[in-house]
């Protein structure tokens, strides 16, 4: 991979920066002038939990539900399901090609449909569960990780999963390799270098959110959260049965989420393969890159150990690659970890919303948003109007803000863009 020497931006050097009426020790690689009342008023409220050892908030911060996207919380001898959020384990996973530009026709309409064909968006599923085996996902195959595939301990361990989503099963296989809406995409890419990149964001589909909305609801229940300002921040506590089974369920999901994004990214490449091939391209792949954003890790800072819970936030240790997406349009980066302890490890998930989907609809039209994809190969129409690059922050000042957590390996240009 060939670095990028330059980061883009502004001086950094005034971040982090404190948040003014937090509690527990909160440090902001954001402008609190720049950042909506009502999302400063949240942080401030994770803030006061008596279990938070710290709060991290990264420059793509906004408003969540619960707690903030965009922020890194580490507590003591407890976790908050909220903090995480319902798409547990929501990531991107990208890997370059061989392909450059002039590889590409001018019109990559064809090869939109055909991605749209082979991976399910929306509410859609497989009629099947995806023959891992076939796509080369099966005995032999490693995560980025070099942990080996294990899909039927894997499954196996849906057994014991919540009692509520045990009907779930068939559901959760036909989903696997499937795309779901929202932000969710599939991309083809180019960097500077002009070399075509794959890419794609997606999380637990909806045997995560089940598991989350479940676990949340029980957590409101206990009497230790009965006082709590906001509810939707109850916390389960260590050495608890209940946090056992949340953390439980949890890291299923998680590992359902990083094997969800494989078999698309293998189904992608199976269509970009043949649609090369059929001119006798034979397409070639490096290794791909993968991260969670919406996770928890236990992880020991200030020498005491931690449950550290990341909602729209990567992982950025010490040489960790990691993937920070803009908006449908408006291009990524692919990054390097620099190891920067004061954020507990982390920078940012993405470009992160300046508005509401609701508000976005009311404000933007179908020509403003042909007008902002201009060049790139998507949809157009009213169904993803809510993720026009305006609706969304200049994702050049979210890295400039973090150049002390984080170094550009490449930047990557959408070409093509998949949305539910």
């Not at 509401?356 to 902002?372: E, M, V």
Request: net charge negative; hydrophobic share 40%; with cysteine.
């Amino acid at each position: 991979m060939t670095t990028t020497t330059s980061t883009p931006g502004a001086d950094a050097s005034r971040f982090p920066t404190t948040l003014p009426g937090a509690v527990a020790d909160t440090l902001m690689w954001a402008d609190p002038q720049d950042v909506e009342p009502a999302a400063l008023e949240q942080l401030r409220t994770i803030s006061r939990l008596p279990w938070v050892h710290g709060l991290r908030v990264m420059p793509d911060v906004h408003l969540g539900k619960g707690a903030t996207v965009g922020s890194v919380v580490a507590m003591r001898d407890a976790v908050s399901p909220a903090a995480v959020g319902v798409d547990i384990g929501c990531g991107m996973t990208a890997v370059r090609t061989d392909l450059t530009t002039e590889d590409l026709p001018e019109d990559l309409r064809s090869l939109r449909h055909a991605v749209e064909r082979a991976v399910p968006v929306g509410f859609h599923a497989h009629d099947v569960a995806p023959d891992v085996d076939r796509l080369g996902l099966g005995r032999g195959r490693t995560d980025g990780r070099g942990t080996a595939w294990d899909w039927r301990g894997f499954w196996a361990g849906f057994r014991g999963l919540h009692d509520a989503v045990q009907d779930r099963e068939s559901k959760a296989m036909k989903q696997m390799g499937t795309l779901g809406g929202g932000n969710h995409f599939i991309e083809v890419t180019t960097d500077d270098t002009g070399r075509v990149w794959l890419m794609l964001h997606s999380g637990s589909r909806n045997i995560g959110k089940e598991l989350a909305e479940r676990h949340i609801a029980a957590a409101k229940g206990l009497d230790h959260n009965l006082d709590l300002p906001d509810r939707d921040l109850a916390v389960f506590l260590a050495g608890t049965p209940q946090m056992d089974a949340y953390l439980r369920d949890l890291y299923w999901a998680q590992d359902y989420a990083a094997r969800n994004r494989a078999v698309m990214m293998a189904l992608v490449r199976e269509v970009v393969s043949t649609w090369f091939g059929r001119s006798g391209r034979e397409v070639g792949y490096d290794r791909e890159i993968s991260c969670h954003h919406n996770y928890v890790a236990q992880e020991r800072y200030d020498d005491v150990d931690l449950v550290v819970t990341r909602k729209g936030a990567i992982r950025a240790g010490r040489g960790d690659l990691g993937l920070i997406p803009g908006s449908m349009g408006t291009g990524s980066y692919v990054v390097r970890g620099l190891g920067d302890e004061r954020s507990y490890c982390s920078a940012s998930h993405g470009a992160g919303r300046t508005m509401s989907r609701t508000r976005a609809r009311k404000t933007f039209t179908i020509d403003d948003l042909a007008r902002q994809t201009s060049g790139v190969e998507c949809r157009k129409d009213a169904g993803v109007l809510d993720e026009i690059p305006a609706a969304y922050k200049d994702l050049e000042s979210v890295i400039a803000a973090q150049t002390d957590l984080v170094s550009v390996e490449a930047r990557l240009t959408t070409l093509l863009c998949v949305k539910g």
